[in-house]
Every structure is written in C-alpha cells, then in structure tokens.
C-alpha cells in the first residue's frame, strides 16, 4: 500500500469541451502521478503533483542507452458515471516483464494499480465521454543516474500522465494502408521486441517515415532473420481471417504481446472461431489474396483498439484486402471491445476495473 501524497494544482486548465477533437496525444490533464527508486532504499516517495516539467541532467543515463520503458492503457466513463480501466493487471504484469528485461527494478502489481488509479481518479472530470474518446494512461520509467557508463541505473523515476484522446487514426474505423516493410527489421528474437521500451520505437522510424511518404500509414514488420513472416504493425498486432480461421503470428520473444491482441483472440475462441497462434509467411498472405481467402485483416492495440486493414503494400505488389472496407468480424470485435471498456456488454470476468 502506497502512502501517496497530493500536491494540487493552484492553476487548473480548461479541460477541452465535447468539440475539441481531442488529437492523439497533444493534451495532457492538471496532474502527474511521481515515484523514485533509489538501490537500497527502493521505490519511494509515491505522490500526486502539478503536471510540469521535470529537471534531470545532462549525463542523466535515459538520454545516452535509453533505459526506459513504458506502458499504456485507457480508462473510460460509462453511462452511469462509473470511471472504468480494462484489464490494467495485464498492463501491470506486462510492465514488470519489461523491468526485468532492460534491468529496471520491478514495482509490486498492487502499487502500480492503487497509483494508476490514484491518478485516474485525480483528473477524472478530464475523461471525455464522446463515442470513441477516453482518457489515455501513460505510465513510464527513465533511468535518472547521472553517468556516462553502460550499467543499469541506481536511481529511477516513475511517472504516470494522463491525456484525453480521440481516434489514434486520423481515419477512425476507416481501414488504413499497410506497408510491408522487408528491408529494415524493427526486432529480433533475444533482443528487447517483447518488452515495451523506446529502443523498438526508435528503430522503427526510418521505415514509418519511408511508408508515410508513400501514402501507407503503418508499417507490418516481418521477423528480423529471415524475413519472411510477419510479426506486428508498429504499435498494434495483427489479424488476418483466412479461410473462416482467425489467424495471428505466435508470440515468439520479438513480438509485443498485446493485451487487445489477447482480448480478441478470447473473444474469437468464445464465439466458436476457430483461432490460430502460428508462424504467417508474407507468401501465404499474398497466394490468400489473389485466390481470394483472405478474408479480413486488422490490427488490435489500446490506442486504436482494433483498426481494420483495407491494403496491403510489399514493395511493388498491392493487395486490397476483400472490398478494401471494414470487415464482419473487425466491426464486431470493435463493437464488443468498447462495449466491455464502456461497461455497456458484460465481459469475462476481471476484465473491467472500477476506479
Ligand atoms: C503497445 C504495443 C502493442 C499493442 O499492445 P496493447 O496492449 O494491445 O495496447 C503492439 N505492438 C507494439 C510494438 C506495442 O508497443
């Protein structure tokens, strides 16, 4: 149990209105949630701020070997004013599987959730109640040791922010343009592709700004030794419907094991789909879209929850994907996320969180 101290702000700002589009990740609410680490004396000083700029130095560790990881996950009003979080011990346990693997020390399940919700409850009037908005929870740890060595960190600081959002997609449930991307790699296995730290974001970038500039909003990585099959989009995972067969790739030490991706593929199993976690090759998506089936694809991520796929791009050869428009099963799994996330439709039990 943390014993969070409140600082509160004595300079609110105005919390945009119901017309503000709310683009993803511009604005951010009146407070923050801090914690240090310091070895030998642990996590500590657990508390609720102004949201403000924080002072490190120069040599702080973060800025050269980028130990830092992040999380993110949502919270949503439903109808009866209740404020609610999806799944945050997945989150939570996700975080800490991070930790371990970039050597951040780890923070106990049961504090991570009392600070999120802590936070969540601080700045609750922020989150919007717009169909398709939410309040965007941002935790995140940076290694604060001023050294320029290569070891982990002594010192740490842990920060939740808290941004109201709208669609993460400029085209909402429109599908978007994938770019298949088989020249740069985004992670191997054995490297930090599981984990959800800066470093995957970072060596993505060069093939985001290629795609971009050729008209495709996102890119679909392959795996990083043989480039052959496919592991996940930037920041979403990915879902193809061949055959009447749900089909995404394995988890396999370089892909992010997404908490959306998990929550479609229970929902799937749950209506009697079939459901496979398996390797895909680029080859079978391309001999499934010229003999037609291929059926659906979209990908599932917190930002966009689940975003349909109407191309696809690897290098000269283009695939519309069906009619190229949201699909059956993307639409119902949209549907039935938000619907659980607004606590409109009953989930599985556990998955929604009263703040
Ligand atoms: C966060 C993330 C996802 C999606 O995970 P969710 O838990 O569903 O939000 C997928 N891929 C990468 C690389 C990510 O960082």
Redesign the pocket.
Known sequence: MLNIRVEKTTNPKPIPGADNPLTFGTIFTDHMFAMNYETGKGWHDPRIIPYQAIELQPSAMVFHYGQEMF???KAYKADDGRTLLFRPD??IE?ANNTNRRICIPEIPAEDFLQAIKAIVKMDEAWIPTKPGTSLYIRPFIIATDPFLGVRPSDTYLFLIILSPVGAYYPEGLDPVKIWIEDDYV?AVRGGV?EA?TGA??VA?LKAQVKAHDEGYSQVLWLDGVERKYIE??????IFFKINGTVVTPKLNGS?????????CIQLCRSWGLPVEERRVSAEELFEAAENGSLEECWG????AVISPVGHLRCGEKVFQIADGGIGELSQKLYDTVTGIQLGKIEGPAGWVVEV
């Open positions: 999380e993110g996950l997945k989150n996700r985004r592709g959800k995957n974001y993505s996940e989009v930037g920041a979403m995972n892909i992010l094991p997404g908490v959306t991706r998990d929550s599932s991520g917190t930002a």
